[in-house]
Every structure is written in C-alpha cells, then in structure tokens.
C-alpha cells in the first residue's frame, strides 16, 4: 500500500472517528436560585403573549376546521342513507 493510500485512509477514519470520540455525557448545569427565579419570570412573562396568540389562531382556524368536520360528516352519512335506500 502507498504511503499516500495509508494517509488518505488515516486521515477519513480520523474524520469519521473523532466526532464518535469526541462525544461525551454532558455534566448536569447546576443553577443558582437567582438563576431558576429568572428562568421562571422570563417564562411566565412570554406565557401570556403565547396564550394570546395561540387564542387568536384558533379563533381564526376554528370556523374553517367546523365547516370541514361538519361536511366530512354530512358526506359520509349521505353515502351510508343511500346505501341502506339502494339495499
């Protein structure tokens, strides 16, 4: 085998084999008090603007998912009548 071979071959199974390497369990953080305090006020802070907004999406989506649950239905026990009056 040429050296150029070998080194070509060194250097893909240092590429692949360094990132499997390098991968390790990573430590738990510890956080402070002060820390999980501002954890907790940044979230519930944007937990209200999320609820509004989440609101307004359904209040927007709702009306459309109804007339196509509602049509589905309709479409479905339309088949199942004419079945039982072709019967």
């Given amino acids: 085998m040429?050296?150029?071979d070998f080194l070509i071959l060194l250097f893909?199974?240092?590429v692949l084999l360094?990132?499997?390497i390098s991968c390790g369990d990573d430590e738990p953080v510890k956080l402070s008090k002060?820390?999980?305090q501002y954890i907790d006020s940044v979230f519930f802070a944007k937990k209200d603007s999320i609820n509004k907004l989440s609101d307004?999406?359904?209040l927007d989506i709702y009306p459309?998912?109804?007339k196509s649950a509602v049509?589905?239905?309709k479409s479905v026990r339309r088949k199942e009548i004419e079945f039982i009056?072709?019967?």
């Fill in 64 to 66: 459309g998912l109804l």
């Fill in 34 to 36: 002060v820390d999980n």
């Fill in 18 to 20: 360094l990132p499997v």
């Fill in 85 to 87: 009056l072709g019967k």
């Fill in 12 to 14: 893909i199974f240092s």
């Fill in 2 to 4: 040429p050296k150029s």
């Fill in 56 to 58: 307004s999406l359904c």
């Fill in 71 to 73: 049509d589905s239905i």
